[in-house]
């Protein structure tokens, strides 16, 4: 993760409470018209399902993904975002992750995504995971 630790990014997320979106390098940016969807608790194969309809519903819409609450993160649900980060980027449509807890972050290291292209929404993240 490129030098940072994901503790040091958790903290940097706590201590940044604002309505503005911010991101992996700690630089605030502004989705003007963005709506906000916030992830459950647990995002396991149960989540799943919801997951896609729920993002599906916010489709060609700027959205912000509030991933604060996130306690467990799965294969299964890392997939339907990963699709969703793409599936926006080819879309022309921004989308960013917001005040990801660092259960969220650990999720992302485990599985070897790359936490400061995911959380801007790059779509760098989504073929990396893909290609390895």
Not at 53 to 60: D, K, M, P, W
Not at 62 to 71: C, G
Request: net charge negative; proline share 2%; aromatic share 6%.
């Amino acid at each position: 993760m490129r030098g940072r630790s994901v503790a040091d990014h958790a903290e940097r997320c706590a201590a940044t409470k604002c309505n503005r979106a911010t991101n992996w390098v700690g630089e605030t940016t502004m989705l003007t018209n963005a709506k906000t969807y916030t992830l459950s608790e647990v995002l396991d194969l149960k989540a799943a399902l919801p997951l896609a309809e729920g993002l599906l519903a916010q489709r060609g819409m700027e959205l912000m993904i509030d991933a604060s609450q996130v306690e467990r993160l799965g294969a299964q649900s890392l997939q339907i975002l990963l699709s969703a980060v793409s599936t926006w980027h080819a879309d022309g449509v921004s989308i960013e992750f917001i005040e990801p807890s660092a259960p969220f972050l650990q999720g992302l290291e485990l599985f070897g995504i790359d936490a400061e292209n995911f959380l801007s929404g790059s779509h760098a993240a989504c073929e990396e995971a893909v290609l390895g």
